[in-house]
């Protein structure tokens, strides 16, 4: 049995596979098959993530390419991947930073044509997103024009392999 030092009290802890519900990017995103360190001291469980850009970069592909209309998590989280302060990304959009702060926060809907331009912005602004413009184009006629309840992103993190559940 493999064990790793308990990253909260630093007993020793086993290593265990399993599904791992990771909510620290804000979103509902499940890692798959992923090692983890349970602790029987503290009862704590922490995910070993291998690749963490290869992570943000694997949810950031999923939410620009999905046929939903996006989420103000989502918003927060594409701003947040290609590091533009609320700020700043609201002068790139063209949009007052209230405005954005009330989207993000879901107490504004976000509209078709904002929906599409944070998916155009964020796309050019991030090295790691630019080879999917063509996939963006393909899927633009599919985006739905309202919201509805958004499904959970599962991702295997060995392989990066994803998809909405």
């Not at 983890?36 to 999923?62: F, Q, R, W």
């Not at 620009?64 to 290609?82: A, P």
């Not at 904002?114 to 155009?120: M, T």
Request: charged share 25%; with cysteine; glycine share 4%.
């Amino acid at each position: 049995m493999k064990t790793e030092p308990c990253p909260n009290c630093g007993n020793s802890a086993r290593v265990a596979r399993g599904n791992y519900r990771f909510e620290e990017f804000g979103l509902p995103v499940e890692l798959m098959r992923i090692e983890m360190i349970k602790c029987s001291h503290c009862g704590s469980v922490d995910p070993i993530i291998p690749n963490m850009d290869g992570l943000m970069t694997a949810v950031a592909l999923e939410v620009i390419c999905s046929t939903s209309l996006l989420h103000g998590e989502e918003i927060r989280f594409l701003r947040k991947c290609i590091g533009k302060s609320a700020q700043e990304f609201s002068r790139l959009l063209h949009v007052d930073h209230t405005h954005l702060s009330k989207v993000e926060n879901n107490r504004r809907e976000v509209g078709p044509r904002l929906d599409k331009l944070v998916r155009f912005v964020v796309i050019n602004l991030s090295p790691d997103l630019k080879d999917v413009i063509d996939r963006l184009l393909e899927q633009l006629p599919n985006i739905e024009d309202s919201c509805y309840t958004r499904p959970e992103i599962q991702i295997d993190p060995s392989t990066l392999q994803r998809e909405y559940a």
